[in-house]
């Protein structure tokens, strides 16, 4: 199974900071990744697809970007409403796989 | 408006079975593939299986191959988890999510989710 190793675990950050959270593949998976976005007990939400697509109806500080096997979560300006836990999504092949998640708190 | 419900959660003993649905509308539920997917109390994200919009194919994370199965009622609109032989490692929020695919690039994603049922596995 394709591994995905997100980084960091957690991070604490400022309204209004730039943040970012990467996701390394252990095998090539071409754009087929997604980022969610998780607040404590709700579902999982949609940001972004296909590594850099965004998903209809959300902000466009969140952006997302690849290099290879390396995956780029950006939130530029953090919004009181961001503060949640971010997970990636590989969909290249079978079994699917998350990462770790990140837990964006506030400083 | 795109909505999904599942229903069927609840406590089960190890080795006990259980089955998920996941009722879904607000869209042609027939032409969209639909994936289940699992949160442990207090942990990330787990893949757990999907399945075609036909329901001719079907997929599963190693964790639950061989003991559950995916299916789906197309004239019903509902989508289905039968879990058989659970563990405790089985215990988490069990969410259903639509597979949207685009269609000139065929790339996926989960974009809407229903609200997630909880299965604990415990004697």
């Known amino acids: 199974a394709i591994q995905m190793t997100q980084s960091p675990s957690s991070l604490s950050a400022s309204v209004g900071d730039r943040v970012t959270i990467t996701c390394r593949a252990s095998l090539g998976i071409r754009n087929d990744l997604g980022w969610y976005q998780q607040k404590p007990g709700k579902a999982p939400k949609l940001l972004i697809y296909?590594?850099?697509s965004l998903q209809s109806g959300v902000p466009s500080r969140f952006s997302g970007s690849a290099s290879g096997t390396d995956f780029t979560l950006t939130i530029n300006g953090l919004q009181p409403e961001d503060f949640a836990t971010y997970y990636c999504?590989?969909?290249?092949?079978?079994?699917?796989?998350f990462g770790q998640g990140t837990k964006v708190e506030i400083k | 408006e795109v909505h999904l419900l599942e229903s069927g959660g609840g406590l089960v003993q190890p080795g006990g079975s259980l089955r998920l649905s996941c009722v879904a509308s607000?869209?042609?539920?027939?032409?969209?593939?639909m994936t289940w997917i699992r949160q442990a109390p207090g942990k990330g994200l787990e893949w757990v299986s999907a399945?075609?919009?036909?329901?001719?194919?079907?997929y599963y994370a190693d964790s639950v191959k061989g003991r559950f199965t995916v299916s789906r009622d197309n004239s019903q609109n509902t989508l289905f988890l039968q879990m058989d032989s659970l563990r405790a490692e089985d215990t988490a929020i069990y969410y259903c999510a639509r597979i949207f695919v685009e269609s000139d690039t065929d790339y996926r994603c989960f974009d809407f989710w229903g609200q997630g049922a909880l299965v604990t596995v415990s004697s």
């Open positions: 296909a590594a850099s």
């Open positions: 399945i075609s919009g036909s329901g001719s194919n079907t």
């Open positions: 999504l590989q969909d290249y092949t079978y079994p699917w796989t």
């Open positions: 607000g869209f042609t539920f027939n032409t969209y593939a």
